[in-house]
């Protein structure tokens, strides 16, 4: 049994009793809530159809009677939603062993298969490295054995990563479905149902999409070990250095699995593009609004700089008035640095400077002659 296998068989006989025992107690927890809720959501019907408060037509109440047994149905009955969960993550897991059969690959369907044709593909791997590193010295000998080593654990272990997630998710979300299904009475938690119901048939689809890309790996892999013959006939490290190129391939495309699942199921990888122009749209308003209001600000400042100082110069112009017997030089001269000043401000609001004002005070002394 490679290692592969080994993980994922041993994550298998961990899950599959997670998976039913967190259903179960999710499930004995949330009865008599869903009991109520459901009382509650009937009882409430029932007022709006003699108060007349919300319309409802023949069609409505139906799928609400409908709705509401499929709850009763699916939330509390672990034989009933493992009945219908199974039927559609088996028959991905069987069109993913049909894909790899087709390929040439060997093993039971499922994510045991994947890992025990992933480990043949490994194991032949190891036969590469072992010829390559035979007619070099020990020193050379063990650094390239180290190192293929370490990239073949890499590969294996992104594999059996990549198979162990899609098992681990599958039975959380399965674990949750009582509560998830049960927020599906009102249609304000309604939304809950809707995204783990997405969720989970993102995740269902991981079993397809890594029986595409691991079948690629094995059919790639075959043709070039037949392309290459046997290992221990290379008379160079050149002749071998396919291998290592398909080494790292082969991890290159185990890391874009849950990318190509998070395409295809639109559920993660598309809403960023939205997000990000979003948050540079609202860092552009913010900035372009914290100029605008810098800018008013500034404004405000001046006009108020300018008023404080009409109304200086008025205070003064009418002190001078008062005393226009003794001080009628004083006064003239004042005035006439009123009108100065007003006759600059007209002129900064027409150009636009400064910006339009409303205040337009006229002096109330007059020059003397």
């Given at each position: 049994?490679?290692?592969?296998?080994?993980?994922?068989?041993?994550?298998?006989?961990?899950?599959?009793?997670?998976?039913?025992?967190?259903?179960?107690?999710?499930?004995?927890?949330?009865?008599?809530?869903?009991?109520?809720?459901?009382?509650?959501?009937i009882i409430l019907v029932l007022v709006s159809f003699a108060f007349q408060t919300r319309s409802m037509d023949g069609r409505t109440a139906v799928l609400l009677?409908?709705?509401?047994?499929?709850?009763?149905?699916?939330?509390?009955?672990?034989?009933?939603?493992?009945?219908?969960?199974?039927?559609?993550?088996?028959?991905?897991?069987?069109?993913?062993?049909?894909?790899?059969?087709?390929?040439?690959?060997?093993?039971?369907?499922?994510?045991?298969?994947?890992?025990?044709?992933?480990?043949?593909?490994?194991?032949?791997?190891?036969?590469?490295?072992?010829?390559?590193?035979?007619?070099?010295?020990?020193?050379?000998?063990?650094?390239?054995?180290?190192?293929?080593?370490?990239?073949?654990?890499?590969?294996?272990?992104?594999?059996?990563?990549?198979?162990?997630?899609?098992?681990?998710?599958?039975?959380?979300?399965?674990?949750?479905?009582?509560?998830?299904?049960?927020?599906?009475?009102?249609?304000?938690?309604?939304?809950?149902?809707?995204?783990?119901?997405?969720?989970?048939?993102?995740?269902?689809?991981?079993?397809?999409?890594?029986?595409?890309?691991?079948?690629?790996?094995?059919?790639?892999?075959?043709?070039?070990?037949?392309?290459?013959?046997?290992?221990?006939?290379?008379?160079?490290?050149?002749?071998?250095?396919?291998?290592?190129?398909?080494?790292?391939?082969?991890?290159?495309?185990?890391?874009?699995?849950?990318?190509?699942?998070?395409?295809?199921?639109?559920?993660?990888?598309?809403?960023?593009?939205?997000?990000?122009?979003?948050?540079?749209?609202?860092?552009?308003?913010?900035?372009?609004?914290?100029?605008?209001?810098?800018?008013?600000?500034?404004?405000?400042?001046?006009?108020?700089?300018?008023?404080?100082?009409?109304?200086?110069?008025?205070?003064?112009?009418?002190?001078?008035?008062?005393?226009?017997?003794?001080?009628?030089?004083?006064?003239?001269?004042?005035?006439?640095?009123?009108?100065?000043?007003?006759?600059?401000?007209?002129?900064?609001?027409?150009?636009?400077?400064?910006?339009?004002?409303?205040?337009?005070?006229?002096?109330?002394?007059?020059?003397?002659?």
């Amino acid at each position: 049994m490679g290692f592969v296998t080994w993980m994922v068989q041993t994550a298998d006989e961990a899950l599959d009793a997670a998976a039913e025992s967190s259903f179960g107690a999710l499930a004995g927890a949330m009865g008599s809530m869903i009991m109520l809720a459901s009382t509650l959501l009937i009882i409430l019907v029932l007022v709006s159809f003699a108060f007349q408060t919300r319309s409802m037509d023949g069609r409505t109440a139906v799928l609400l009677l409908a709705r509401l047994l499929l709850i009763n149905a699916f939330a509390l009955n672990w034989v009933q939603f493992n009945a219908v969960s199974s039927a559609i993550i088996d028959g991905l897991d069987q069109l993913g062993g049909a894909m790899i059969e087709a390929l040439g690959g060997t093993g039971p369907e499922g994510a045991i298969g994947f890992a025990e044709a992933f480990d043949e593909v490994l194991a032949t791997f190891g036969d590469y490295l072992n010829a390559a590193t035979t007619e070099m010295g020990w020193m050379a000998g063990a650094m390239i054995t180290a190192l293929g080593t370490a990239i073949m654990g890499i590969v294996g272990a992104l594999a059996g990563g990549v198979l162990i997630f899609s098992k681990i998710m599958l039975t959380l979300m399965i674990g949750l479905a009582p509560v998830m299904i049960a927020a599906s009475i009102f249609e304000a938690t309604k939304d809950y149902f809707h995204r783990w119901l997405s969720a989970l048939v993102g995740y269902a689809m991981y079993p397809l999409i890594i029986a595409g890309v691991m079948s690629t790996i094995v059919s790639m892999a075959r043709s070039m070990m037949e392309s290459l013959g046997d290992p221990n006939d290379a008379d160079s490290i050149g002749a071998l250095l396919p291998f290592f190129a398909m080494v790292f391939m082969a991890a290159g495309m185990i890391a874009a699995i849950p990318l190509i699942v998070k395409a295809l199921s639109g559920n993660v990888v598309m809403p960023h593009a939205p997000s990000a122009v979003g948050a540079v749209q609202s860092m552009i308003t913010r900035y372009t609004a914290g100029q605008r209001r810098s800018h008013e600000r500034e404004r405000e400042r001046r006009e108020q700089a300018r008023w404080q100082e009409e109304d200086r110069l008025r205070t003064q112009a009418q002190r001078a008035g008062s005393g226009a017997g003794s001080g009628s030089g004083d006064s003239g001269q004042t005035v006439v640095n009123y009108q100065e000043i007003m006759a600059r401000n007209r002129r900064l609001d027409a150009a636009g400077i400064t910006g339009p004002s409303s205040l337009q005070p006229k002096p109330t002394v007059k020059p003397t002659s």
